[in-house]
């Protein structure tokens, strides 16, 4: 990826949307060859998908937690049941395979501690395999930024 395309995805993580002739006067090319590059990253699949991002708070999901979910077998059958579910919860915000004491990460969000309640009993502590659940809720967020630190 050349020097120009890191200043395009830095000033769309700043602002999804610029519109391109905007784009183009930001980063110090001609609007087409902007058009150009961002179809390219897109096309690529460096740029996955614009998105809006909304404060957690303000939308009424006041209760974030981050969960250490540990597995009864690591077999593909068993791991792939575990992905296929968490993959179809809204809840869940992230989820990440980790080295340590447990096998996943996850971050959740939910609009309370009783909707955090059910979404444990209901769902996650039903999941097969599951052995271990552990929370962890979040008292504040210290530092949230979802953009990838390009250099300037």
Request: with cysteine; glycine share 4%; proline share 1%.
């Amino acid at each position: 990826m050349e020097a120009i395309d890191e200043r395009i995805l830095k000033a769309l993580q700043r602002d999804g949307r610029l519109t391109n002739q905007q784009l183009a006067a930001d980063v110090g090319m001609s609007a087409s060859a902007c058009w150009r590059r961002v179809k390219a990253l897109e096309q690529s699949g460096v740029i996955t998908k614009y998105c809006a991002l909304v404060d957690r708070e303000k939308s009424g999901h006041t209760l974030s937690a981050i969960l250490y979910v540990s597995l009864d077998r690591q077999g593909i059958d068993n791991v792939s049941a575990f992905v296929a579910s968490i993959q179809s919860r809204p809840e869940i915000l992230e989820c990440l395979a980790t080295t340590g004491d447990a096998d996943y990460h996850l971050r959740v969000v939910t609009k309370d501690m009783q909707a955090y309640n059910h979404f444990l009993d209901n769902f996650l502590l039903r999941l097969s395999g599951v052995r271990q659940v552990r929370s962890n809720v979040v008292l504040k967020e210290i530092k949230m930024d979802v953009a990838l630190p390009f250099e300037d």
